[in-house]
């Protein structure tokens, strides 16, 4: 309205030549197209025109010469093609803004379910969220890229866009955000954790056991709730998730995994993790200069037959400096870096060389060695095991593989396989931690086993609960019923000893009957004629 003025002013003055005028208006439309933003230079510039259009009416309109339509004309040209150049340098500028705005929401969101990405939570983390601590809940599908074998990628895209769908039903705008950082991964960042992020943990949960499109269960779907989480992790969203959910899929058999303490504590252990996996390759590879696996034995006693011998060989690691760390410490890792296939195959190697080619191992009526789920289903185990009874020349018949109940086999078949061609061969077959899994008695139906090994919490109480005694009780009654032996581990003191004998174990293990020992300091004993259920104790 001032410029509008200004001109009418202008143009009505007798000291400024009138052809001055459409130069002095060109600068308006120029003007407004350059500092307005792009709506409003819409609206401004077609207005300004109209405005211009009743001042030039004015100025060219003399009442005693008439109208000089003219000059009207050749100063009306001038603002219209500026007004016309200007038309088409907004709409330019319009559809700029447009790509750009649709660019960047490409760039923050996920194309397959429309939920933000890992940028785009990092940035709204970033700009838009003020939060000092978030809670992070991880969601993920393991294998998806088997299941997209199986199934097609189709399937698979239905079942992530559910999944996002769960999402968007169980958590409102105000309570968090929900996302898809890659393929099978999804993650709720909560800002007010305190309060929601046990409610929409329970939801969530609850939605995707109950789903009719999404089965938590059938897809073996791992959930993890990080409870602290600063603005300064926002960088490793997706690696502190992925770390979360691994952990998750060893944690329990329902998947869960709860991270009580900071972020930064998840990412020093994953460091930790990544350096004893390089120590194991090290080691595996010959190289004892990050440290070396050494042997140990545990005494198992036969109750009916004390003079027998027979031990479970067992695994520990050595520092450079000598001092040792216990199987837990390095076995997970192994897991989840794909080392346990070469790491049994090196402790089958190396515990049969050593007794095989030592006195003390000619004693040895039967020795144990645990196997794990990896090596189950691997596809080279029957010829890794005859090649260490060939090399070795240890009898098949005095060997027995541990497979514990809760071990992850991932092919069943392969397992079944391998588990046929070493029981054909002689060798026999334990399950370890009997009556701690799910699959209990589906291990029974389906693997011919020659021992079951009772776990140690139904032995620890075995003297004063009468509920334990029975579960002993009736496996000793199942195992006479399968023609199979049975171990019970974990056994501490005498009154255990005595009433597991009454019960019907045949084998006892466990600190009561001795402690692990070097192999080598066992074989030592055995061949000395030491009472190794006792010299340890």
Not at 51 to 59: R, V
Not at 273 to 291: F, Y
Not at 379 to 408: F, K, M, R, S
Not at 430 to 457: N, Q
Request: net charge negative; aromatic share 6%.
């Amino acid at each position: 309205m001032l410029v509008v003025m200004a001109l009418w002013q202008f143009g009505a003055s007798d000291q400024i030549p009138q052809r001055w005028v459409p130069y002095a208006a060109l600068c308006t439309p120029i003007l407004a197209i350059y500092l307005l933003p792009t709506g409003l230079s819409r609206m401004v510039v077609p207005v300004f025109m109209l405005a211009w259009t009743a001042i030039h009416l004015h100025l060219y309109t003399d009442p005693a010469a008439g109208f000089d339509d003219v000059a009207m004309l050749n100063s009306q040209m001038i603002i219209f093609t500026a007004a016309l150049v200007g038309f088409i340098a907004i709409e330019a500028v319009h559809a700029h803004e447009t790509t750009n705005r649709k660019l960047e929401a490409a760039r923050l969101h996920d194309g397959l379910t429309g939920l933000y990405n890992d940028l785009g939570l990092n940035h709204h983390m970033r700009h838009h969220l003020a939060a000092e601590q978030y809670a992070l809940i991880g969601i993920q599908i393991p294998d998806i890229d088997d299941l997209a074998t199986l199934t097609g990628v189709d399937e698979v895209h239905r079942l992530e866009q559910g999944i996002a769908n769960i999402l968007r039903g169980c958590i409102a705008a105000s309570e968090g955000l929900g996302a898809r950082l890659q393929p099978g991964l999804f993650a709720v960042l909560m800002v007010s954790r305190h309060v929601q992020a046990p409610l929409i943990l329970s939801r969530l949960r609850h939605a995707l056991r109950h789903s009719e499109h999404v089965s938590a269960a059938r897809l073996n779907m791992r959930i993890a709730l990080i409870d602290t989480l600063t603005p300064g992790d926002r960088r490793h969203l997706t690696s502190l998730l992925l770390i979360s959910c691994q952990r998750a899929g060893h944690h329990d058999q329902a998947g869960f995994y709860h991270h009580q303490a900071s972020a930064f504590e998840l990412i020093e252990q994953h460091h930790e993790a990544l350096n004893w996996a390089r120590r194991l390759r090290h080691a595996l590879a010959g190289d004892k200069s990050h440290g070396h696996f050494t042997l140990f034995a545990q005494p198992i006693l036969e109750h009916k037959h004390p003079g027998e011998h027979r031990a479970e060989i067992l695994i520990r690691w050595q520092r450079p400096d000598g001092s040792l760390c216990g199987a837990d410490t390095f076995l997970r890792v192994a897991e989840t870096f794909g080392l346990m296939p070469q790491l049994d195959e090196w402790v089958i190697n190396h515990a049969l060389g050593k007794l095989a080619n030592h006195p003390g191992g000619q004693q040895l009526t039967m020795v144990s060695i645990n196997l794990s789920g990896h090596s189950l289903a691997s596809p080279g185990l029957p010829e890794i095991v005859d090649n260490a009874l060939a090399l070795h020349g240890w009898a098949p018949q005095e060997l027995c593989l541990e497979i514990t109940e809760t071990c992850d086999i991932r092919d069943t078949q392969a397992a079944q396989r391998n588990i046929d061609a070493i029981q054909a061969r002689g060798v026999s077959l334990a399950i370890d931690d009997f009556g701690t899994g799910l699959a209990t008695f589906d291990y029974l139906k389906h693997y011919a086993v020659e021992e079951i090994k009772i776990d140690g919490s139904f032995i620890r109480d075995v003297a004063t609960s009468g509920l334990d005694q029975e579960i002993v009780r009736s496996t000793c009654a199942l195992a006479n019923y399968l023609n199979v032996r049975v171990v019970a581990e974990f056994v501490e003191n005498q009154a255990q000893i005595d009433i597991l004998a009454g019960l019907g174990v045949d084998f006892l293990q466990g600190f009561g009957i001795a402690h692990p020992m070097p192999l080598d300091d066992y074989l030592e004993h055995l061949v000395e004629g030491v009472t190794v259920t006792s010299a340890y104790k």
